[in-house]
């Protein structure tokens, strides 16, 4: 199937991927409401949650660039130091951006 890349072809994509996010978020919410939320279930979500950050803090550790290896080093010895997100993130970004101009 080919779609045109005009203005109502960009459109009907834009709104087939916002209808898609929609369902799987909505969905997610809606089969979980099933689920009786018992100790083992809740561990399950925890680990997950870990399980896709590793998936896609890893790679990025052995295929990227030495920026992308110093965002991942700086933020992470920011996070362990002051357990604060946002500072680590935007410090992380900064020595990415540090190295990569750089060098």
Do not use: C
Not at 12 to 32: A, D, E, P, S, W
Not at 42 to 66: C, H, R, T, Y
């Amino acid at each position: 199937m080919m779609i045109e890349t005009t203005a109502s072809g960009t459109l009907f994509l834009f709104l087939v991927m916002g209808l898609v996010t929609l369902v799987t978020r909505f969905g997610g919410v809606f089969l979980m409401s099933l689920v009786p939320i018992n100790p083992r279930i809740e561990s399950f979500i925890n680990a997950m949650a870990s399980s896709v950050l590793i998936a896609i803090v890893v790679p990025q550790a052995f295929a990227g660039d030495w920026g992308a290896r110093a965002a991942l080093l700086v933020t992470a010895a920011l996070m362990l130091a002051t357990h604060k997100p946002l500072p680590s993130i935007a410090a992380g970004i900064l020595a990415a951006a540090l190295v990569r101009f750089l060098f």
